[in-house]
C-alpha cells in the first residue's frame, strides 16, 4: 500500500521562506517521478513542480520560479519543496503526489498523471 505523507507546512510572512518534506512509501521510491500541488479555498488545484527520479531534472510553474525549488533525497525516500521570498497567494494545502507510471519523466503538471496523493500540509503566508 502506497503512503504519501507531507510535513513541514505551517505559517510564514511575506518574504519569508518555509520547506516542505514528503516522505513516500510502499513503491521504489527512486523509480518515479514526484510533484507538488497545492489548492487554495475556492481555487482549483494547481501544479507547483516536478522532479526526475533520480533528480537531475526538474520543472517549475512560471508563478513559482525563481522562488520554490524541488529536490529528492532517494537514500531517504525523502521529497522537499524549499519555498523562498513566499506571497500571499503562495497560500494553500500543498500535496505531494507521485507520476501514474514508474520510469518516466515529462515536465508537466497535468494532475491526471499522478495517482497517489497526500493528505496535504497547510501554508499560511501574511502579508
Known amino acids: 500500500q502506497v503512503q504519501v505523507v507531507e510535513s513541514g507546512g505551517g505559517s510564514a510572512q511575506a518574504g519569508g521562506s518555509l520547506r516542505l518534506s514528503c516522505t513516500v512509501s510502499g513503491l521504489t521510491f527512486s523509480d518515479y517521478t514526484l510533484g507538488w500541488f497545492r489548492q487554495a479555498p475556492g481555487k482549483e488545484r494547481e501544479g507547483v513542480a516536478c522532479?526526475?527520479?533520480?533528480?537531475?531534472?526538474?520543472y517549475n510553474a512560471d508563478s513559482v520560479k525563481g522562488r520554490f525549488t524541488v529536490s529528492r533525497d532517494n537514500s531517504k525516500n525523502t521529497l522537499y519543496l524549499q519555498m523562498n521570498s513566499l506571497k500571499p497567494k503562495d497560500a494553500g494545502l500543498y500535496y505531494c503526489?507521485?507520476?501514474?507510471?514508474?520510469?518516466?519523466?515529462?515536465?508537466?503538471?497535468?494532475?491526471?498523471?499522478?495517482?497517489?496523493w497526500g493528505q496535504g500540509t497547510q501554508v499560511n503566508v501574511s502579508s
Open positions: 503526489v507521485t507520476r501514474r507510471w514508474s520510469r518516466t519523466y515529462a515536465q508537466n503538471l497535468r494532475p491526471g498523471n499522478y495517482n497517489f
Open positions: 522532479i526526475s527520479p533520480r533528480g537531475d531534472d526538474s
